[in-house]
Nanobody, 123 residues
Framework: QVQLVESGGGLVQAGGSLRLSCAAS????????MGWFRQAPGKEREFVAAISGGGSTTYSADSVKGRFTISRDNAKNTVYLQMNSLKPEDTAVYYC????????????????WGQGTQVTVSS
């Protein structure tokens, strides 16, 4: 089992940047595919980006391609989401998630979730 703790959220102006971090417990972090998802008020939770256990495969939602980058440091048991050129529509609670096995973009494939971190982008 793995426990996840997100950090790095906050308030930023449109066009600005933030980097989210997700620290994982346990000694087998590299065996987990990791994903970032987000949920805006009144909307369903949606996929943002995901990365394989070794870091060689990544996926991103079309809405964030070219702006957001997912990466991981297995030595630090941490996955990151670098968010650039932020837009007001990026405002949401961002969740880190983990699953054993191959990386996917499907929310229901992920078994472990963090508590979320708020990102607010002002116009």
């Amino acid at each position: 089992q793995v426990q996840l703790v997100e950090s790095g959220g906050g308030l930023v102006q449109a066009g600005g940047s933030l980097r989210l971090s997700c620290a994982a417990s346990g000694r087998t972090f590299s065996s987990y595919a990791m994903g970032w998802f987000r949920q805006a008020p009144g909307k369903e939770r949606e996929f943002v980006a995901a990365i394989s256990g070794g870091g060689s495969t990544t996926y991103s939602a079309d809405s964030v391609k070219g702006r957001f980058t997912i990466s991981r440091d297995n030595a630090k048991n941490t996955v990151y989401l670098q968010m650039n050129s932020l837009k007001p529509e990026d405002t949401a609670v961002y969740y880190c998630a983990a699953r054993v096995g191959y990386v996917t973009m499907k929310i229901y494939d992920y078994s472990y979730w963090g508590q979320g971190t708020q990102v607010t982008v002002s116009s």
